[in-house]
């Protein structure tokens, strides 16, 4: 199988996750605009980034997320901002949550997850620091 058919798989597989997400939100009163920002977030996680260098299932995805935040974001996604990390990384803690919750992936991978989100943070601002000031086009 080709790699975009095996993409378009995971992607439609993804959705179930994130139509599960969407209702797991909901059941928490969280707002229409939040899940909304949640769930962009979360599907450019799971659609774009995990099936953009290989194809890797949600299931994997934890282990991805600090290269995620710390490269790939900021460099793909014009909009980043340290808000915008702060804020994804929020979704991405959001919806493995809700897999935890829903016995999809480990509680312990999430909890650990969570930790290298936490710690990571100021690495994830000084690297986009570092991509925005620096003066060299070799990213592109």
């Known amino acids: 199988m080709d790699y975009e058919l095996k993409a378009e798989k995971n992607s439609k597989r993804n959705e179930k996750f994130l139509n599960e997400f969407a209702g797991w939100m909901e ?3 969280l707002s229409e605009r ?3 920002t949640h769930l962009n977030n979360a599907s450019l996680y799971l659609n ?3 099936n953009y260098y290989d194809i890797i299932k949600m ?3 934890m282990d991805h997320v ?3 935040l710390d490269d790939w974001f900021i ?3 014009l909009w980043s901002s340290k808000y915008y990390i702060k804020e994804t990384a929020s979704s991405i803690k959001k919806f493995y949550q ?3 919750e829903l016995g999809k992936v480990s509680a ?3 909890k650990q997850m969570c930790r290298i989100i936490k710690d990571s943070m100021d690495d994830f601002y000084a690297s986009f620091d570092e991509y925005m000031n620096d003066d060299e086009d070799y990213y592109w």
Request: proline share 0%; glycine share 4%.
């Open 108 to 110: 312990d991978d999430y």
């Open 98 to 100: 809700c897999m935890s």
């Open 66 to 68: 600090y290269s995620f």
């Open 75 to 77: 460099r793909k996604c």
């Open 48 to 50: 774009n980034y995990l």
């Open 34 to 36: 939040t899940i909304k």
């Open 27 to 29: 059941d928490k009163n």
């Open 59 to 61: 299931e994997d995805g």
